[in-house]
Structures are given as structure tokens and as C-alpha cells.
């Protein structure tokens, strides 16, 4: 019985995890260029009894356990806005840009200028072109992006933004802000990576599927909670009992 009670409690856990991970997804249905994640687990065998002389031997037991949150890089839906300042990507790429902490990516072109002319994101990270931040004075006007990232005014080139791949994408840690960290160092974007002028990349989230799936693993967590509440009933029952026999 106790068995069962950690099978159940293994199943929990994960059921957990899936939940948090869904509603984080839910909860960036519209934040731009945001990519979901899923979740995958996997069977966890304990190893079967060291003695062979029992006479019904010990079975394997069967519990579950989290094995990661995958990275869903598919494409979100590209919304043309018209600002000259957004840019989407198609391709899995990404902005690089620099905070803080460090160099960081991201798929939000909401690019603005701030107060001296840099190029950054709504978060107020610069952005980071081929040759390092991009820099536009007040005088510039005529700001266009081109499909390979370059940026002009009518007082010509200012640079081209920075698009990076990584050779192992699903290395790639949330740190806020809808920006990532990497574990290994990003590699320039091929030629498959594009960029789509004007225009912002929204959230790859698929509301409705993403709900009714939140919904689903509600109600399993819950069916699995009342199994475990109902076997620990049923162990203290059994231990009431065999105390009132040995009482008598």
C-alpha cells in the first residue's frame, strides 16, 4: 500500500511540473515572440529485490519522473504593424542583445530608440548589431529594416542586426523578460533566418489547445489525489484494526 502511495505521489509531482509549465504558457498568449514549452517525462523502474529466495519475488516498480521542458521553436504568427522599428524573424534565430548580466537572446522585435539614440527593446536591453550596439541620432529620418537585418536612414547604413543560431537550441534557459541564456556559445545565422520588416512575431501558444489541456491535467491531479487520500485511509484503517487486535 505504501507502494502505491509513492507511485501516486511520483505521479503528482509531474503532474505539477506540467501544470506550472502550462500556465506559464497561458499566461504569454500575447506576449511577442514568445515560444511555449512542453513537458516530457519518462518511466522510472526501481530495481526488483536483491534476494531470489522469496517465493513470489518482488516486482519492479513503475514511477514517474520529470525528464525535461522542451523548447517549442515553431514559427508564431507574423502581425505586419507598420513601425519601422519591428522586426520579426522567420527561422530559428534569434536577436542578441546586451543586459546586465550579460549577452542574452530573444524573438521580441519591438525594437524603440532610447534617449541617446541606441536601438533597444520595450525592456530597454540595446540591441546588438554585427558590430556592436546600433546608433541613430535625431537628425536620421527614414528608418527602414531589410530582410537581412541592415538598417539605413536617409544618411545611410547604421548597421545590421545581429541574428544568432545555436547548435543545440533546447540548451537555451528562460531568465524573464522573454529572454534566454545560453549554455555554449551562439553561432551567426544562416541564410534561412530572415527578417520581416515591420512586422512582430507573436506568441506561439495555441490558446485553446493549451487550456483544454490545462483543464485535463487538473482533473487527472485531482483523481490521483483522492486515490492517494483514499489508500491512506485505507492504511490507517488497517493499522487501527491490527492495534485493536493486539489490544484485545
Do not use: C, H
Request: charged share 20%; net charge neutral; hydrophobic share 40%.
Amino acid at each position: 500500500m505504501q507502494n502505491a502511495q509513492l507511485i501516486g505521489l511520483s505521479a503528482q509531482v509531474a503532474l505539477g511540473r506540467e501544470l506550472e509549465v502550462i500556465a506559464n504558457n497561458v499566461a504569454n498568449v500575447t506576449t511577442t515572440g514568445f515560444k511555449a514549452r512542453a513537458t516530457r517525462f519518462q518511466e522510472y523502474l526501481m530495481p526488483k529485490a536483491s534476494a531470489e529466495t522469496f517465493q513470489r519475488p518482488d516486482r519492479r516498480l513503475s514511477y514517474v519522473i520529470d525528464s525535461g521542458t522542451p523548447l517549442d521553436l515553431s514559427q508564431g504568427p507574423i502581425e505586419a504593424t507598420g513601425n519601422p522599428l519591428n522586426a520579426a524573424i522567420r527561422g530559428e534565430a534569434f536577436f542578441a542583445v546586451q543586459t546586465p548580466q550579460g549577452e542574452r537572446y530573444t524573438r521580441n522585435g519591438a525594437f524603440e530608440l532610447d534617449g541617446q539614440g541606441r536601438l533597444v527593446t520595450s525592456e530597454g536591453n540595446v540591441v546588438l548589431g554585427d558590430g556592436g550596439p546600433i546608433q541613430i541620432s535625431p537628425q536620421e529620418t527614414g528608418i527602414a529594416i531589410g530582410p537581412d537585418g541592415t538598417i539605413s536612414t536617409n544618411q545611410g547604413n547604421r548597421g545590421k542586426l545581429r541574428l544568432v543560431t545555436f547548435a543545440n537550441p533546447q540548451g537555451l534557459s528562460n531568465v524573464g523578460a522573454n529572454l534566454y541564456a545560453a549554455n555554449a556559445p551562439a553561432q551567426p545565422a544562416g541564410p534561412q533566418a530572415r527578417v520581416e520588416p515591420g512586422a512582430l512575431e507573436r506568441s506561439n501558444v495555441r490558446p485553446v489547445l493549451a487550456m483544454s489541456r490545462l483543464i485535463e491535467v487538473n482533473r487527472v491531479y485531482q483523481l490521483v489525489s483522492d486515490a492517494v487520500s483514499r489508500m491512506d485511509s485505507l492504511r490507517g484503517t488497517a493499522i487501527q484494526r491490527l492495534a485493536d487486535v493486539g489490544a484485545a
